[in-house]
């Protein structure tokens, strides 16, 4: 069954980086799109990022844009989020996600203090 598992979370001051790994199994990773989400307390979930499967294509959202960046190591079945000059707004629950299955890891928290 598909299985992702989300670690690399932490706690670090603003200014601050943070690499976000999601190890993926259960599907073919290599051609499956893949995606980072977050979720700060008491708001819905984010899209922050996507890759393509082929072409490795990337987009984010605007709020992380020029900070963050989505990589992937097919050799690896990982998917990774490089966050760099982070900010207190960026406190959330991450979690990658196959937009494929209607499955959610069970996250990494990210927490950035000013």
């Known amino acids: 069954q598909v299985q992702l598992v989300e670690s690399g979370g932490g706690l670090v001051q603003a200014g601050g980086s943070l690499r976000l790994s999601c190890v993926a199994s259960g599907f073919t990773f290599s051609r499956a799109a893949m995606t980072w989400y977050r979720q700060a307390a008491g708001k819905e979930r984010e899209l922050v990022a996507t890759?393509?499967?082929?072409?490795?294509?990337?987009t984010y959202a605007d709020s992380v844009k020029g900070r963050f960046a989505i990589s992937r190591d097919n050799a690896k079945n990982t998917v990774y989020l490089q966050m760099d000059s982070l900010k207190p707004e960026d406190t959330a629950m991450y979690y990658c996600?196959?937009?494929?299955?209607?499955?959610w890891g069970q996250g990494t928290q990210v927490t950035v203090s000013s």
């Open positions: 890759i393509s499967s082929l072409t490795r294509t990337t």
């Open positions: 996600r196959n937009p494929g299955f209607d499955y």
